[in-house]
């Protein structure tokens, strides 16, 4: 990786904008809570309405990618979402929250793992999966950087300042990084036919079975990652978890899901992506459970976070692999944005569905829940798979 400057770039520039962009919100939740005086509901709801908005720009972002603009896109949606963040150091209404967070979900749409993973995947084909690799190795750390970057930050200057100075590095250096990193890439251009073929083929592609098992198979894994992702925090401050090993416990999702990445990368010639699959959505569910009946004990907690962020670690990876190996590569920009509306829709429902279901019962039983979830997930992706192989059978 350190011989493709593209994909270090892609690497460096990923990992600073989830971590500034997204991993920020759960990161600041509690010192929000505490310092605005609004509900947790209400605060979550502005993350569900962010990552929702995401969703519904999903698609156009990848007709603007198979159109060749990859570069112009990733750069402009990280430099208008650092600019969001210092604005959002200056709120003092809960409308001019949700406002910007809003506003911070066009930016999601147009920087993260979709549209970076859509524009490998076409300058790369076949060989996308290592540089897919490549990257969310490093960016796996994303919550490792913005984690306790938030919490001293804030200790030191503020949540305010924290983000004016955030903002400003997102504006000035992570834009940058990831303009360069595309334009790196190369091979964006695609011919006429190509263009013209997305939005004939969008109808198409919702009409298949296989379209909405794939989707709604890996949107039930993104409201497990979400809730417990969003909740982990108070979560454990409910049981009374020191707030530093907290802090600590959420910072490690990241390089935990490095390690699920490398062991995924030394057996690659062992599992099959289905078999991957299978074993991420189980694991998943482990971690669900082990976190549901840890308690306050830390070894517990410990355990769950090293499963949760290895298996999530792994679905990254998986899911444009298994949406190229399903549904083809032609028109990707387009198939995969129609894809990210169903999972990031299930992602933007997260949080706040999370702070619902603890409304009803706490977090025992929104854990249980989530434990379903995960387990109705693996069900559905496995019936679609036996769909897809057992139709490529009867066509042999």
């Known amino acids: 990786m350190l011989k493709d400057r593209a994909i270090l770039l892609l690497a460096l520039g990923e990992t600073f904008i989830w971590a500034g962009l997204y991993y920020v919100f759960p990161a600041t939740l509690v010192r929000w809570e505490a310092d605005l005086g609004w509900s947790r509901g209400?605060?979550?709801l502005a993350i569900t309405l962010a990552v929702l908005v995401s969703a519904v720009a999903a698609p156009f972002m990848g007709r603007v990618i198979d159109r060749g603009f990859g570069a112009v896109l990733m750069g402009a949606a990280a430099a208008v979402g650092g600019v969001l963040l210092i604005a959002l150091s200056q709120i003092t209404q809960l409308w001019q929250f949700y406002a910007i967070w809003l506003l911070i979900g066009v930016c999601?749409?147009?920087?993260?793992?979709e549209p970076?993973?859509?524009?490998v995947t076409r300058a790369r084909g076949m060989s996308a999966k290592r540089g897919i690799t490549a990257i969310t190795l490093v960016a796996g750390l994303a919550g490792t950087v913005s984690f306790p970057s938030v919490h001293f930050l804030a200790e030191a200057v503020g949540w305010r300042l924290s983000f004016i100075l955030i903002g400003s590095f997102v504006v000035f250096f992570v834009a940058p990084i990831l303009w360069l990193g595309v334009r790196l890439l190369g091979?964006?251009?695609?011919?006429?036919?190509?263009?013209?073929?997305?939005?004939?083929?969008?109808p198409r592609l919702l009409a298949e079975p296989v379209f909405w098992g794939l989707g709604l198979a890996f949107a039930l894994l993104a409201v497990v990652h979400g809730a417990t992702l969003h909740h982990l925090l108070p979560m454990l401050g409910e049981r009374g978890v020191e707030a530093n090993f907290a802090v600590f416990a959420a910072a490690s999702i990241g390089p935990m899901q490095v390690v699920g990445?490398?062991?995924m990368l030394a057996t690659d010639a062992k599992f099959s992506h289905r078999a991957f699959s299978l074993i991420a959505f189980g694991i998943m569910a482990l971690s669900v459970a082990i976190l549901w009946a840890s308690g306050a004990g830390l070894a517990g907690i410990g355990m769950a976070v090293i499963l949760f962020g290895s298996a999530y670690g792994m679905v990254s990876i998986l899911r444009p692999?298994?949406?190229?190996?399903?549904l083809g590569e032609a028109d990707f920009g387009s198939k995969s944005g129609l894809l990210a509306l169903l999972y990031l829709t299930a992602s933007a429902t997260s949080a706040w569905f999370g702070?619902?279901?603890?409304s009803l019962g706490g977090y025992d039983v929104m854990l249980l829940v989530l434990l379903v979830f995960a387990g109705s997930g693996a069900l559905l992706f496995e019936i679609t798979h036996r769909r897809v192989r057992n139709a490529a059978g009867s066509r042999g």
């Open 108 to 113: 999601l749409a147009g920087s993260l793992y």
């Open 355 to 358: 702070s619902f279901i603890w």
């Open 261 to 263: 990445r490398l062991l």
């Open 321 to 326: 692999l298994l949406a190229r190996d399903l």
């Open 187 to 202: 091979n964006e251009t695609v011919s006429t036919v190509e263009q013209r073929s997305g939005p004939r083929r969008a």
């Open 116 to 119: 970076c993973f859509a524009i």
């Open 42 to 44: 209400e605060l979550t």
